[in-house]
């Protein structure tokens, strides 16, 4: 098994839920991204969502559209992002690293080399949001080669003949965006979506992790009865922005994770 598919199993086994928390590298520079991503899994994270900057993030509330800037105002680069990969895995070969973006940097760095680089590098998953099934095929087949997972996307309006096509060459696990928004906006309404992702489960044996709109523990709990997981990403990157010293960052942020993570227990 993958690092992925052994979290998930170790995770059912223990009959708990896992936490997906999400940064953006280089945000608010490369050594104080570095230095959260690092102590993340010690302080309640099971995996670990790393954005890769983009200048255009379309499915990004402002929360994470203003960690992009930071990110890339601060001179992050693709190559920068894989080498946090690499550092991370000095310490940490067990946990999780799923890189979360669009396609733009990627096919620009070139596909063959980043997923080559990636899976040396110790990357588990790729989620690619504007990248639809139907024509990811240059990524997801060198990806899976190489022993990487592609998550895809699910959203509250997805219908039954959408759901097939998305899980056809998903690994992983599925993001279920909880919310028809960008990240960071509105709160769902779990009564409405349980019969939808009663309806995926039906199909697929994948876990489903749940984001977009989760906040605090309070979300972070509801959440956790409906998903195997829980994503939480622009309350993250809210504290980050609001923090004046790299110090007070990473303290603030890591007290954040524990006090979801707590949640979740």
Same mark, same amino acid.
């Not at 255009?56 to 601060?74: E, F, H, Y």
């Given at each position: 098994?993958?690092?992925?598919?052994?979290?998930?199993?170790?995770l059912?086994?223990?009959?708990?839920? %896992?936490?997906?928390?999400?940064?953006?590298?280089g945000?608010?520079?490369?050594?104080?991204?570095?230095?959260?991503?690092?102590?993340?899994?010690?302080?309640?994270?099971?995996?670990?969502?790393? %954005?890769?900057?983009?200048?255009?993030?379309?499915?990004?509330?402002?929360?994470?559209?203003?960690?992009?800037?930071?990110?890339?105002?601060?001179?992050?680069?693709?190559?920068?992002?894989?080498?946090?990969?690499?550092?991370?895995?000095?310490?940490?070969?067990?946990?999780?690293?799923?890189?979360?973006?669009?396609?733009?940097?990627?096919y620009?760095?070139?596909?063959?080399?980043?997923?080559?680089?990636?899976?040396?590098?110790?990357?588990? %998953?790729?989620?690619?949001?504007?990248?639809?099934?139907?024509?990811?095929?240059?990524?997801?087949?060198?990806?899976?080669?190489?022993?990487?997972?592609?998550?895809?996307?699910?959203?509250?309006?997805?219908?039954?003949?959408?759901?097939?096509?998305?899980?056809s060459?998903?690994?992983?696990?599925?993001?279920?965006?909880?919310?028809?928004?960008?990240?960071?906006?509105?709160?769902?309404?779990?009564?409405?979506?349980?019969?939808h992702?009663?309806m995926?489960?039906?199909?697929?044996?994948?876990?489903?992790?749940?984001?977009?709109?989760?906040?605090?523990?309070?979300?972070?709990?509801?959440?956790?009865?409906?998903?195997?997981?829980?994503?939480?990403?622009?309350?993250?990157?809210?504290?980050?922005?609001?923090?004046?010293?790299?110090?007070?960052?990473?303290?603030?942020?890591?007290?954040?994770?524990?006090?979801l993570?707590?949640?979740l227990?």
């Open positions: 098994m993958n690092r992925l598919e052994q979290c998930f199993t170790a059912k086994k223990d009959g708990r839920k %896992g936490l997906v928390t999400f940064l953006t590298a945000d608010p520079d490369l050594q104080t991204s570095q230095t959260i991503l690092n102590a993340l899994p010690q302080n309640g994270a099971d995996v670990i969502e790393i %954005g890769m900057p983009f200048s255009d993030p379309m499915a990004d509330g402002p929360a994470i559209q203003q960690a992009n800037i930071r990110a890339l105002d601060a001179g992050t680069t693709l190559e920068n992002v894989l080498e946090m990969v690499k550092s991370f895995r000095v310490n940490d070969t067990k946990t999780p690293l799923v890189l979360m973006g669009y396609y733009n940097p990627i620009n760095y070139g596909t063959e080399r980043f997923i080559a680089k990636a899976a040396e590098y110790g990357v588990d %998953g790729l989620i690619i949001v504007d990248l639809p099934p139907e024509e990811d095929s240059e990524l997801r087949e060198p990806a899976s080669a190489n022993g990487m997972n592609v998550i895809r996307l699910l959203t509250p309006t997805t219908d039954a003949d959408r759901i097939t096509t998305v899980l060459g998903s690994s992983g696990f599925l993001y279920y965006v909880s919310i028809a928004g960008v990240t960071g906006t509105a709160s769902a309404d779990m009564d409405h979506l349980a019969p992702l009663d995926i489960r039906s199909q697929t044996d994948l876990p489903i992790a749940i984001g977009f709109g989760i906040k605090t523990p309070a979300d972070v709990k509801k959440m956790a009865q409906y998903g195997d997981a829980v994503v939480v990403g622009s309350a993250i990157v809210n504290n980050i922005g609001k923090t004046a010293t790299s110090e007070k960052t990473t303290d603030d942020v890591l007290a954040q994770v524990r006090d993570a707590a949640a227990k």
